[in-house]
């Protein structure tokens, strides 16, 4: 692997991405709770979903990011590509948590129970799984080349479910709303910049968490393979 | 207060229930007929709200900002453990460097 440390303007640009993450939310946040109606129906417990759907949509960025660096690593296995995909997985376990956390939060006020095996539920908890299961085999089976690859079927074939998701919806109907998109009602028009806004923030915060988590990973590879280099030149007995 | 004025009292009472179609039971009649046991609970329509949206949508957004920050967390636990092993890995180099 080529020794390199990134450049200035690689990290400036980090920085610059890091202050429009952190604007991005705070704006938000003001929008949302300041200038956004509240729903009709549901009440306050609808400005859940200015959170909800763009985690949904940010692990899917995190499932993308991980399926584009398990093919790439599949064709050709610099650690880089294999670092991409180990940290899109992370991202995508971190905002399907969230997913999974915020949801079931609004279905208690709005369907009168926390969650129900509706089909978007289900398949959507189905693909956490598959990346938490992606996660813990990184964790305990070691970085040798066949767990890499092994890993990166996991990431190719965990993408499987993500269409399946948001198609769920539309083949086999269920409880789970559909506001937004092909067969949705839409929101009120007062309720779209903080949705759109929301969308960005979450997206800037994916890019950011998929960029740390990267840099982390080629690190640690690299400072494993500079540590059995050393030690290889190392004489007998040394520690 | 005279008799006559008590026993006015009474008919218009009479009179009431007779109209309303309740005639009062006592206790021990209605715990002593099991047919008249409650069997449903119903709610008040347009009652106050069962389950607080507030306090869900608090629960939602701090549960937000815990999973992030514990992302961020072990990232720094991570990066603790690089930087450890890179002080070791210095430490060694300058060891085979002195020898």
Same mark, same amino acid.
């Given at each position: 692997?080529?020794?390199?440390?990134?450049?200035?303007?690689?990290?400036?640009?980090?920085?610059?991405?890091?202050?429009?993450?952190?604007?991005?939310?705070?704006?938000?946040? +003001?929008?949302?709770?300041?200038?956004?109606?509240?729903?009709?129906?549901? %009440?306050?417990?609808?400005?859940?979903?200015?959170?909800?759907?763009?985690?949904?949509?940010?692990?899917?960025?995190?499932?993308?990011?991980?399926?584009?660096?398990?093919?790439?690593?599949?064709?050709?296995?610099?650690?880089?590509?294999?670092?991409?995909?180990?940290?899109?997985?992370?991202?995508?376990?971190?905002?399907?948590?969230?997913?999974?956390?915020?949801?079931?939060?609004?279905?208690?006020?709005?369907?009168?129970?926390?969650?129900?095996?509706?089909?978007?539920?289900?398949?959507?908890?189905?693909?956490?799984?598959?990346?938490?299961?992606?996660?813990?085999?990184?964790?305990?089976?070691?970085?040798? +080349?066949?767990?890499?690859?092994?890993?990166?079927?996991?990431?190719?074939?965990?993408?499987?479910?993500?269409?399946?998701?948001?198609?769920?919806?539309?083949?086999?109907? %269920?409880? +789970?709303?559909?506001?937004?998109?092909?067969?949705?009602?839409?929101?009120?028009?007062?309720?779209?910049?903080?949705?759109?806004?929301?969308?960005?923030?979450?997206?800037?915060?994916?890019?950011?968490?998929?960029?740390?988590?990267?840099?982390?990973?080629?690190?640690?590879?690299?400072?494993?393979?500079?540590?059995?280099?050393?030690?290889?030149?190392?004489?007998?007995? %040394?520690? | 207060?005279?008799?006559?004025?008590?026993?006015?009292?009474?008919?218009?009472?009479?009179?009431?229930?007779?109209?309303?179609?309740?005639?009062?039971?006592?206790?021990?009649?209605?715990?002593?007929?099991?047919?008249?046991?409650?069997?449903?609970?119903?709610?008040?329509?347009?009652?106050?709200?069962?389950?607080?949206?507030?306090?869900?949508?608090?629960?939602?957004?701090?549960?937000?900002?815990?999973?992030?920050?514990?992302?961020?967390?072990?990232?720094?636990?991570?990066?603790?453990?690089?930087?450890?092993?890179?002080?070791?890995?210095?430490?060694?180099?300058?060891? %085979?460097?002195?020898?």
């Amino acid at each position: 692997m080529r020794s390199s440390s990134p450049p200035k303007t690689r990290d400036a640009v980090f920085y610059v991405l890091f202050g429009l993450t952190v604007v991005a939310f705070l704006l938000d946040i +003001h929008l949302i709770f300041f200038h956004t109606p509240i729903e009709l129906s549901m %009440g306050i417990v609808q400005k859940i979903f200015y959170f909800h759907v763009p985690a949904a949509y940010g692990m899917y960025l995190g499932a993308g990011a991980c399926f584009l660096g398990s093919v790439a690593y599949l064709f050709s296995p610099p650690d880089a590509r294999d670092a991409f995909a180990k940290a899109g997985a992370e991202t995508a376990v971190t905002f399907g948590i969230i997913v999974l956390v915020t949801g079931p939060l609004w279905a208690a006020k709005a369907w009168g129970r926390y969650w129900t095996w509706d089909p978007r539920l289900t398949t959507s908890m189905l693909s956490v799984l598959i990346y938490v299961a992606y996660v813990v085999l990184r964790s305990f089976a070691g970085d040798g +080349h066949a767990e890499k690859k092994f890993a990166a079927a996991l990431g190719v074939v965990g993408a499987a479910n993500l269409p399946i998701i948001h198609y769920s919806v539309l083949k086999w109907s %269920g409880q +789970h709303p559909v506001v937004v998109g092909k067969g949705g009602g839409g929101l009120a028009p007062a309720m779209y910049p903080a949705f759109f806004l929301s969308l960005g923030a979450f997206t800037l915060l994916a890019i950011v968490l998929l960029w740390t988590r990267t840099r982390l990973e080629i690190a640690r590879a690299r400072l494993q393979q500079l540590e059995e280099e050393t030690l290889a030149l190392m004489p007998e007995g %040394g520690t | 207060m005279t008799f006559d004025h008590h026993a006015a009292t009474f008919r218009v009472a009479s009179s009431a229930l007779a109209l309303a179609g309740q005639a009062p039971e006592r206790p021990s009649d209605q715990a002593a007929d099991p047919a008249q046991r409650g069997t449903e609970f119903r709610a008040v329509e347009g009652g106050a709200e069962v389950m607080s949206g507030e306090t869900l949508l608090v629960e939602a957004y701090a549960a937000l900002w815990i999973i992030l920050f514990a992302f961020i967390f072990v990232s720094w636990r991570r990066q603790s453990r690089i930087d450890a092993r890179v002080g070791e890995l210095e430490r060694l180099v300058a060891q %085979g460097q002195g020898k």
